[in-house]
Structure formats: structure tokens, C-alpha cells
């Protein structure tokens, strides 16, 4: 139990840690491994996207032909969507080695200089969270990107120089959740970005399809379907529950994997119809029921729930939003009718209480 002093609320049990997981679109421990299992490597087996893959497609033969490295590219999206598998499909694409790294894992500019000095002609430079470089680093990418040098520095204290080290051409393809966070200097040297969108569900519906074909899950009927309708618009999920449906199937000593039994093995893991687990449906029982539909400060709701606020803004809200269960108005969070009726109720919203 939790007390929010500021509130005076008492935090109850909260929602499940597990189920809260299962929907959440960054990899959970020990994941990454299986992401690599099911990465497409080639822009074709890149389901979805069609714009983005048109327009990559030509960037990387147009870079192809004139047998150069390609400008560097900027992936910015949601977590889940794809921007990893898409930085190793332009290696793939190009024939060219991959080095990754990520901004929280370089400390120091050195790191980065290190880094950069070792760089084969062509190779691709995945960086991970771009936005969260530190300030140095960025400053000495910016010249590495666009001068192809890095300097670096000899020596200590009042004797110390630094000694420019031209660098082969090389491609950055940086990836970030956060485009808004990339200072514009950066986000300028980029010579291709790319904006990733949720899927639409027929298109996680071939994804989850082509993953149950490598995984070897024969699934039939609505299968794919009932899958999709709940991974959020997001591969990473969609697998996720795949691999939870395969042990289900494996237990159950499934030849064959029907629509009904992907229901009644993601409800074991308390997830609807909808893709809501259980931490969206307290903060939609609690804006509902225990504040009348809202408005609702953030604070008072994750309290409520038993959740970091964090949590709920991050996690939660997104998807909430996104699907037309809750709205974030000036006065606070405000149930939709969708969301009454989504937890068996009248519809109750009084639009006279949103501005
Ligand atoms: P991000 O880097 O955006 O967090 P990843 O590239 O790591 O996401 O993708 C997460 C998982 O989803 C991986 O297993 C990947 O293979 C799968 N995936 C993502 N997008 C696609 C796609 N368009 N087609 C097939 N699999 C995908």
C-alpha cells in the first residue's frame, strides 16, 4: 500500500505488473533475443508501411547506382514499429556491416569519437535513441556527419590539440522516439526521415501471419485476426502475444490454433478485445466510476490505480486516446462514451464539463 500525501488518496493493489507488460510496446526482459527470431532482412519481408518502404526503397537504389553510401536516414517513431529491423534491412540492403549503439550507452564525446574513427568505408551506424546523446557527442556528430571528420584530441590540460582525422563515408541511421527532443542542427543532417505510423490491423494481421509461419504456429479460422484487433497497432506486441498464444497451443497440445482459443488465452493474461489490459481498464473504471466520467487531474488518476503517473501517461494514455476511450482536455482526463459503454455502462459524457 501506498499513500499519495498530496492527495490523500490511498493507493489500492494496483494493476498486474505481468499483465501490464504484455501490452507495453518496449521489449521486456530476455525479449530481444526472440525480436531477433522474427526480423524480416529484407525491405520486401518489411511488413506494412508502404510510403515509407516505396520511399526507402528508392533512396537506397538511387545510392546503389551511383555506388555511394547512402545520406543518413532518421527513423522517428513509437517504440515497436520497426526501426531496429529497418536500420539492419539497409545494411542487408547495401551489403554493408552494421555497428549499434545507442545514446544512453555513449557517456562521453570520446566514445563516439572512438566509435566513428574505427568506421569501415560504408558502414552503417545505428544509434539507438538519438535524442539522448549527450550534448558533446552530438556537437562532434553533427561535424562527422556532415564533413566526414572527427577530431581528435592528443594530450592534457593547457598542451592538449586536437588532430582532425578524416573519416571514410559512412551512414548514421539514428532512431528515436522523440523527434521533437532531436535539437534541429541534427535533425538537419539527416538526408532521409522517416516517420513510422501504428499499423492498421489487416497489416498486423500479415505480420502476425508471416511470424506464426517462422514460429511454426499453424493458425486458422479468425486466428490472426483476434490477434491483431489486440496488439495496439504494434509488431512488437502482436509477436509477443503470438508467443504467449504458441504456449498456450504447446500446453494444450494444439495441432491447430483457432480464434477461440487466442481469446481464451489472452484473457488468462487479462487482455480484451479492445488490446486493454488491466492497468487500462482500472484507469478507465476510475475516471468512470470513481470520478464520474471526469475531468480528472493525472495525479489523482494514477493514484487511484495505484500507478506511477509516469506510467499512466506513458503507457496507457497513448493507446487510451489513440482510441477514442479518453480525452485530454484543459480541466483533465474525460471518459468518452466509448469508454462507458466499453465497460458495460450507459454512456454519461457531459460535454459541458470538457472546457
Ligand atoms: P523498434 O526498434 O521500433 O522498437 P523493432 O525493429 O525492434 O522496433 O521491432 C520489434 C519487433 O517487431 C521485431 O521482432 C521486429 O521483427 C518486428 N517488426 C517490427 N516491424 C515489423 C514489420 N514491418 N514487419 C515485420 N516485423 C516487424
Not at 529484407?42 to 545510392?63: E, S, V, W
Not at 539522448?132 to 592538449?160: H, Q, T
Amino acid at each position: 500500500m501506498n499513500d499519495d500525501t498530496r492527495t490523500g488518496i490511498t493507493k489500492n493493489a494496483g494493476a498486474n505488473e505481468d499483465s501490464l507488460r504484455m501490452v507495453s510496446a518496449d521489449p521486456i526482459s530476455g525479449e530481444v533475443l526472440s525480436d531477433e527470431e522474427l526480423r524480416p532482412d529484407t525491405l520486401d519481408g518489411f511488413i506494412g508501411q508502404p510510403r515509407l518502404k516505396a520511399q526507402l526503397g528508392l533512396f537506397l537504389d538511387a545510392a546503389r547506382k551511383r555506388d555511394v553510401a547512402p545520406d543518413h536516414i532518421l527513423l522517428a517513431g513509437p517504440p515497436g514499429l520497426g526501426k531496429t529491423t529497418l536500420a539492419m534491412i539497409v545494411a542487408k540492403e547495401m551489403n554493408v556491416p552494421i555497428r549499434i549503439t545507442s545514446g544512453p550507452a555513449i557517456q562521453h564525446a570520446g566514445d563516439l569519437a572512438s566509435m566513428l574513427s574505427s568506421l569501415e568505408s560504408g558502414e552503417i551506424l545505428f544509434i539507438d535513441e538519438i535524442h539522448r546523446l549527450p550534448r558533446a557527442a552530438e556537437e562532434l556528430l553533427y561535424i562527422a556527419m556532415e564533413d566526414f571528420r572527427v577530431d581528435v584530441m592528443v594530450g592534457k590540460g593547457p598542451g592538449a590539440s586536437s588532430i582532425p582525422l578524416t573519416l571514410p563515408r559512412f551512414t548514421v541511421v539514428g532512431a528515436t522516439t522523440r523527434e521533437g527532443m532531436l535539437p534541429s542542427p541534427l535533425r538537419a543532417r539527416f538526408g532521409f526521415t522517416a516517420h513510422l505510423d501504428f499499423y492498421p490491423h489487416e497489416e498486423l494481421e500479415r505480420l502476425i501471419e508471416r511470424s506464426a509461419s517462422v514460429l511454426q504456429v499453424a493458425l486458422v479460422g479468425d486466428a490472426a485476426t483476434e490477434l491483431s484487433l489486440r496488439s495496439r497497432g504494434t509488431p512488437r506486441i502482436a509477436n509477443r502475444l503470438l508467443r504467449r498464444v504458441r504456449d498456450w497451443a504447446v500446453v494444450h497440445d494444439l495441432v491447430e490454433v483457432s480464434s477461440d482459443d487466442v481469446r481464451q488465452a489472452l484473457s488468462l493474461y487479462q487482455i480484451d478485445t479492445e488490446g486493454l489490459d488491466r492497468l487500462d481498464i482500472a484507469v478507465l473504471s476510475a475516471v468512470v466510476k470513481q470520478f464520474n466520467g471526469g475531468p480528472v487531474g493525472l495525479n489523482n488518476l494514477s493514484a487511484m490505480v495505484g500507478e506511477e503517473a509516469e506510467t499512466v501517461e506513458t503507457v496507457c494514455e497513448p493507446y487510451l486516446v489513440r482510441e477514442g476511450f479518453l480525452m485530454r482536455t484543459p480541466k483533465g482526463r474525460v471518459a468518452t462514451d466509448k469508454a462507458w459503454r466499453h465497460l458495460g455502462l450507459e454512456a454519461h459524457t457531459d460535454v459541458s464539463k470538457l472546457f
